[in-house]
């Protein structure tokens, strides 16, 4: 019997798994995808808010705050960047300003430090590119930006040097309670017995919980986002994440530096029913344009490399919803997590295991719990003297597969390898860059494919894209059938 | 411990690229008195060629019609025969000039990091596909869209098919061979869409590739939707106005497997990030003088990463003449201060290549290659200085995918201060 099976390997799930892990206590994360951090941690604007936005008193506002203090030493144990960008909202007319006045007030009573009010001249004079007829600015310094899925797959290999567990191609279809414990049966076939479970599955958290919870206190309303990158470039285009004044539909689109010099453009806001569809809609995309000009000027539209869209989590309780069940206290719900559930993320974790899963304090600690992650330095980060150490140490990062990015096939070979691996291009590109330049991967895929292949010992038609079954080939021709 | 300081190599001219251009250029640079060095990041010289194994490659050069891999060979040949050095699986991540000397930084498997001093940098590094992201084409991301280049390779040089059901976007050359590549090959090829109310391709490709075939080619059309779960499923094309936009009513679907793009090609100058080389922001590549000399003295460019070329051909005509300025730059003899006279596209000019004179160093009739912004079965180009004309060429089928050319003699010149515009005339 395990003591703890949490579903779902976003960011929430995993930051879960490393603060549990924490104690002495068995940990399984179910992923029922190829690979953790595929949905809203793979798609979202990768801001660590301030907590200017969240309504005070509410769960989002006290964990977006705490978060964000969070991600500095989080940062520094788990080795993911992060950048401390700081962020302009901007007003551009009367009622726009005196919805800053009331956001300003909002930021101060969420406890958000370092907040201004700025008059355009000096928001002009920080941020060159900031659009014309600007009237008021909210400049909110503590805001910052991450990599969102390195964040999830290093948190979750933390935790695995911690003890926890983890499957990947691993679908809940259904959760049984028993007595004192849960029966959790995995893709039809498997079942797992564990005392507690904690549903972080994003926008599936409504259906698992009606396995144990007749009368859901909420349903998940998927909102998709569509985004647009710039590539990296334009690196200094702005510094900081620009947001609009918010409005009933959200924060806006928004222009946002990333942490390795692209800049993103969007999301839009867009209700559905459909938990899986990610497409982009031209139209949308001309509503990202026409928005993110209303914060900066000369955007360099010709820079762009890549649309995506994701699915907000967001659900009909207008708040995290984080609790207990009713009739069965031991399955936690962790459901609602859309913006800023990023930032939130570590909060949600310590919340969830310190308040909720510890408050009598009597989990045993870990006396030998190792908060930091092991993480070669990128060669397309390291000095010249660096690089020839590599070499030195793997000829195989003489060997450059991707140009773009300076991704070796030293660093390739070693993902496919590595502890939370999903060696599928896609895999690939989410932990060590390749693909994400400017040829997308119209260079390196091939090789990668081929790098792929060799290391698992398949044939390269059946080295997939993404999920499974996604392969990039078709067939082999000119052979015997 | 002993510290490796990677191996460090002076040269004359370094050549970024064994490709068509990169071989092409090394070979007229190279004499006896200097040194060259041809870094190619591939495990063979050839580049794209190696890939393209259908004919219609010499034409213009050796008056043959030769596979492009025909075409490479004779240069790799006389490359070999010349004892010119190079590297291959070599990649160069970048060009600085600190002082007197570029530096430029290779790696490759064998010498770990190669730092080469030079003292000019022939970029012949050729071009990439754009891709999804860049043309902002909508739907589902699925797996089974990719460019037409990466089919092509998968196909001619792996020998594995990319899918049993296919569609086109865009009909530039790539595309078209690649249209009757995968029909040889057993694919069913649905239908090539282009946005453009005419091709992009080369004219004798859209009869050998398409119409051969029964392929149909969808003129102003464009995908306007990708339907799939895991693999691509369906896409919609739609018919667009004279703004390109889509026109309600006119959805056309087709169960297809995989979709390739053939929607243009880039100049790769990404080696010079962190230099001040100044780009055209219409080819994308260097602006170059007639010599070929980009705004950095001692970096000259060429072939595909310059402009991208219908024809090889061309690409090694201008290559060769890149490389001979370069070995003339490194022996002195182009004088180092410029006097640059601008050649501007007028009406129904796309761009010229060279972007400019050097009258400094202007005493051979200089070819400058241009391309048109529409498609007319007659015209007139007129080039200017002024409002003085100083030569007319009549053109018959004209078009955006076919480079045109026309040669300007010192002697022509009215004064050496008056920009040379070029127009297109259509009745």
């Keep these: 019997m395990l003591d703890y099976v949490i579903i779902g390997g976003g960011v929430v799930g995993t930051l879960i798994a490393r603060e549990l892990s924490k104690y002495e206590v068995s940990i399984l994360l179910l992923e029922k995808e190829n690979d953790i951090g595929n949905h809203a941690t793979l798609a979202n604007s990768a801001i660590i808010h301030s907590g200017h936005d969240p309504k005070p008193g509410s769960l989002k506002a006290q964990l977006c705050v705490r978060g964000n203090t969070m991600y500095e030493t989080l940062a520094k144990e788990l080795k993911i960047p992060l950048i401390f960008s700081g962020a302009f909202v901007v007003a551009r007319d009367q009622e726009e300003v005196d919805t800053l006045d009331l956001l300003y007030q909002r930021a101060l009573h969420n406890g958000v430090k370092e907040v201004a009010l700025l008059d355009a001249d000096e928001a002009q004079n920080r941020e060159g590119n900031l659009a014309d007829g600007v009237l008021k600015v909210l400049d909110l310094p503590t805001t910052k930006v991450t990599y969102p899925w390195e964040v999830a797959i290093a948190a979750l290999e933390n935790a695995l040097l911690n003890g926890a567990q983890f499957k990947t191609n691993a679908k809940v279809t259904k959760i049984s309670p028993v007595n004192d414990h849960f029966i959790v049966e995995i893709n039809q076939q498997e079942e797992i017995e564990a005392r507690y479970v904690i549903n972080a599955a994003g926008v599936y958290a409504d259906e698992l919980a009606s396995f144990v919870e007749d009368d859901l206190p909420y349903r998940i309303t998927p909102r998709r986002g569509e985004y647009f990158v710039l590539d990296k470039k334009v690196k200094g285009f702005v510094e900081r994440v620009l947001y609009p004044v918010p409005s009933d539909k959200g924060k806006g689109v928004l222009v946002v530096p990333q942490v390795h010099g692209n800049i993103l453009l969007g999301p839009t806001s867009e209700f559905q029913d459909a938990k899986e569809n990610r497409d982009n809609h031209s139209d949308h995309l001309n509503w990202i344009r026409r928005d993110s000009e209303k914060l900066a000027k000369n955007i360099p539209f010709d820079q762009i490399i890549r649309t995506f869209s994701g699915l907000r989590a967001t659900s009909t309780y207008h708040d995290f919803y984080i609790q207990p069940a009713k009739k069965h206290p031991q399955f936690i719900h962790v459901a609602g997590i859309d913006s800023p559930g990023l930032t939130a993320a570590p909060a949600i974790a310590e919340y969830v295991v310190k308040t909720l899963l510890n408050r009598d304090q009597r989990l045993p600690k870990k006396t030998d719990f190792n908060p930091n992650r092991v993480k070669k330095k990128p060669f397309y980060e390291s000095h010249f003297e660096e690089k020839l150490q590599l070499f030195k140490e793997d000829h195989r990062h003489g060997h450059i597969v991707c140009k773009c990015e300076r991704v070796t096939e030293a660093e390739v070979v070693a993902a496919i390898h590595s502890p939370v691996a999903s060696p599928t291009i896609k895999g690939i590109k989410k932990r060590v860059r390749a693909g994400s330049g400017l040829c997308q991967g119209g260079y390196c895929e091939n090789t990668i494919v081929k790098i792929i292949a060799r290391e698992l010992n398949i044939p390269i038609s059946e080295v997939d894209y993404y999920e499974k079954e996604t392969p990039i080939l078709w067939k082999e021709t000119k052979v015997k059938r | ?427």
């Design chain 2, 1 to 427: 411990m002993e510290r490796n300081e990677g191996e460090t190599m002076n040269v004359d001219i370094v050549v970024i690229g064994g490709g068509a251009s990169g071989l092409a250029a090394a070979l007229s640079a190279k004499d006896e008195t200097n040194s060259v060095i041809v870094l190619e990041r591939e495990h063979v010289l050839g580049g794209i060629l190696n890939q393209c194994i259908h004919n219609g490659f010499g034409l213009h050069v050796f008056r043959e019609e030769l596979t492009g891999p025909e075409y490479a060979s004779r240069f790799i040949e006389k490359f070999h025969a010349e004892n010119i050095d190079y590297k291959l699986d070599t990649t160069v991540l970048s060009i600085n000039k600190p002082d007197d000397c570029f530096i430029v930084e290779a790696y490759n498997n064998e010498d770990g990091a190669l730092t080469i001093h030079a003292k000019a940098v022939i970029l012949s590094s050729g071009c990439y596909e754009r891709t999804r992201g860049q043309i902002k084409l909508p739907g589902a991301r699925v797996a089974g869209i990719m460019p037409a280049g990466s089919a092509q390779r998968y196909l001619n040089i792996d020998g594995y098919l990319a899918g049993k059901d296919v569609f086109i976007l865009g009909s530039g050359d790539i595309g078209l061979i690649m249209a009757r590549r995968m029909t040889l090959e057993g694919a069913k090829v649905h239908g090539v869409a282009e946005l453009m109310p005419y091709s992009n391709g080369l004219t004798r490709n859209i009869v050998q590739c398409l119409h051969d075939f029964d392929i149909p080619l969808y003129l102003s059309h464009t995908v306007t939707d990708i339907k799939g779960t895991k693999r691509l499923e369906e896409i919609t094309i739609q018919e667009v106005d004279e703004n390109y936009q889509p026109i309600a009513g006119t959805e056309k679907k087709f169960s297809v497997d995989t979709l390739l793009l053939s929607v243009g090609l880039v100049p790769d100058t990404m080696v010079f990030e962190s230099m001040d080389l100044t780009l055209s922001p219409i080819t994308k590549g260097a602006i170059v003088d007639h010599t070929y000399q980009s705004n950095i003295p001692g970096i000259f460019a060429c072939g595909n990463a310059l402009h991208v070329h219908d024809l090889v051909d061309w690409v090694t005509i201008e290559s060769e003449k890149a490389g001979a300025s370069a070995k003339r730059y490194v022996a002195g003899e182009i004088k180092e201060e410029r006097n640059n006279l601008t050649i501007e596209p007028r009406e129904g000019i796309r761009y010229t290549v060279p972007q400019s004179i050097d009258m400094n160093n202007f005493k051979e009739p200089v070819t400058v290659m241009f391309r048109v912004t529409n498609k007319y079965d007659v015209g007139t180009f007129t080039v200017k200085q002024g409002d003085t004309i100083i030569q007319q060429k009549k053109a018959r089928f004209i078009a955006p995918a076919e480079m045109e050319s026309l040669m300007i003699k010192p002697e022509q010149l009215i004064d050496q201060t008056t920009p040379i515009t070029i127009e297109l005339e259509v009745k």
